[in-house]
């Protein structure tokens, strides 16, 4: 049960059409004994199915059916306004609560008794080659975002699939603006306004991947670019948390985007210096023993590639073996194999569209139409 004193929370599941997860996810809240919630379900442009459910979920949960599509910030708004919790709770409808967690009202209300926001942890549902290389770009977000919590008790963007807000700091904030990355832009008008911010590690939830390439192809397209315009639209600020916080916005940089580094050492160290340092370095060797003489006779163009071929296999181990160590810390799984494919495939993509969508932003090119949930 819970006590007299404990704030009530308003949890709020943006849906479009309909959900697989919706109903077990329903249920597992409803069954949480924490007496003070309410839940608000929004859907734009129902299905039957969405239909169905909330007469089986009626007068437990309060569903709103929109017509036509609102798209998500519109009608997030427009629900906080017509609840009455202390503390919002935003869930996306494609998550899934961890099994082994109990009483998660309570744990929410007692963890943001010290901070406005409150960030659950994310795993990935791994029913699917791509959610397993999935996997890895969440574990680096959940990296980054506890290293803002731990070492500035703020953070610079949220992962919107599962947070907790105090009414008060959201509605001073003014809730969730009309952009692409909406989750992102609050957290970092958050860190601007020196909201104190805590990522919670054990509280769990699974998300679900897209199905197939193609599908996470459409969502990232949609996220470079809203993480292009978010970069353009606080430059300023973001020059200015570098500068003041150095030690933790770098780590998070190479952290998010594993390929950076050798992109910046390939762009940033000249071909020419390395190469005559090392064919000097092998030209002196190999007066003391013949087995250089084969390798001092190497092309400039054979020293490049093994320059880059060595650098790229000493940023392999290092990052499989802190993101080994940081798996077992996290509580998550990791396999050397799935981890290598997403180094040397899937990161520098995924890096690839973000530089991409920059530079399209910045010389205001057009982009498309784009099925941003707006």
Request: charged share 20%; with cysteine; hydrophobic share 45%.
């Amino acid at each position: 049960m819970t006590s007299p004193m404990a704030p009530k929370i308003s949890v709020f599941i943006p849906v479009y059409h309909e959900s697989e997860f919706l109903e077990p996810l329903l249920s597992r809240l409803l069954e949480d004994p924490y007496d003070e919630k309410e839940i608000f379900v929004i859907v734009d442009e129902p299905t039957e199915k969405s239909l169905c459910l909330a007469n089986r979920f009626s007068g437990k949960t309060r569903f709103v059916f929109n017509g036509v599509r609102k798209g998500k910030v519109n009608a997030l708004n427009e629900v906080v306004a017509q609840s009455t919790g202390e503390i919002l709770f935003f869930l996306d409808s494609d998550t899934m609560l961890d099994s082994g967690l109990e009483a998660l009202f309570r744990q929410i209300s007692k963890e943001i008794e010290d901070a406005e926001i409150v960030e659950v942890k994310k795993d990935i549902i791994r029913d699917s080659f791509i959610a397993k290389i999935v996997s890895y770009d969440y574990l680096g977000f959940n990296f980054t975002n506890w290293l803002f919590s731990k070492k500035l008790s703020r953070c610079l963007g949220l992962n919107g699939a599962a947070f907790a807000v105090k009414r008060e700091t959201f509605k001073i904030l003014g809730g969730f603006r009309k952009v692409i990355m909406e989750d992102l832009d609050i957290g970092t008008r958050s860190f601007i306004n020196g909201v104190r911010y805590k990522f919670v590690r054990n509280i769990r939830v699974y998300t679900k991947a897209p199905s197939s390439w193609s599908s996470w192809f459409k969502q990232r397209k949609r996220w470079a670019l809203g993480s292009a315009l978010w970069f353009k639209e606080y430059f300023k600020d973001l020059v200015r948390m570098a500068k003041s916080h150095p030690s933790v916005l770098l780590p998070a940089l190479f952290f998010i985007f594993p390929c950076l580094p050798f992109f910046l050492f390939t762009l940033f160290i000249p071909d020419e210096i390395f190469l005559k340092t090392f064919y000097f370095s092998l030209l002196l060797l190999s007066t003391q023993t013949t087995l250089l003489l084969a390798p001092t006779a190497f092309t400039s163009t054979s020293l490049a590639i093994l320059r880059n071929l060595a650098f790229m296999v000493g940023n392999i181990g290092a990052y499989s073996s802190f993101f080994y160590f940081l798996s077992r810390k996290m509580g998550n799984s990791f396999n050397l194999l799935e981890f290598v494919i997403f180094f040397l495939i899937y990161s520098p993509l995924w890096f690839l569209m973000i530089i991409t969508n920059l530079s399209r932003v910045c010389l205001k090119q057009k982009t498309g139409a784009i099925d941003w949930k707006l």
